[in-house]
């Protein structure tokens, strides 16, 4: 019998501290290098994109790799390509930590567009804040030290 699965991801990290680093003019060689790490874990991407703080990605769980393996190799890789071809310089490393929350289809094409317009919505709205509002609407206990 073969394996079948639909397993979305929408994860969120941040820079360090999150701080502003991830100087527009770079982002989508950032983008297109996280991309990369996903198809080698043969996993499908549906959206990536960010801001100078912090990232989002909703993709595809290839069945076969685990969500923390699969966030751990992107920070870890993008880390050291980031240093090594000095893309964002006041880049230290990533946040510890990550938020991930599963999606049905349904919810797929609303979290498409609400990842792609991410300059837009931070216009008004900090990270903090909407990294809240999505452990709260996802029903995820959490310690309010962590976003001071």
């Not at 980031?82 to 919810?107: L, N």
């Not at 094409?109 to 216009?123: C, G, M, S, T």
Request: with cysteine; glycine share 4%.
């Amino acid at each position: 019998m073969a394996t079948y699965t639909q397993i979305i991801y929408h994860i969120v990290f941040s820079t360090k501290d999150r701080e502003p680093v991830l100087a527009a003019d770079r982002r989508r060689d950032l983008f297109a290098y996280i991309w990369g790490v996903l198809k080698k874990h043969e996993c499908h991407l549906y959206r990536l994109n960010g801001v100078a703080d912090h990232v989002h990605i909703l993709t595809g769980l290839h069945p076969t790799v685990a969500l923390a393996d699969l966030v751990k190799d992107i920070k870890i890789a993008s880390s050291a390509w980031i240093k090594d071809e000095k893309v964002f310089p006041g880049f230290s490393h990533w946040q510890d930590g990550y938020g991930a929350f599963t999606c049905c289809m349904k919810e797929k094409d609303a979290l498409i567009e609400y990842i792609k317009n991410q300059e837009e919505h931070h216009r008004t709205t900090t990270f903090a804040d909407e990294y809240r509002r999505l452990l709260v609407e996802a029903g995820i206990e959490f310690d309010e030290r962590y976003f001071v």
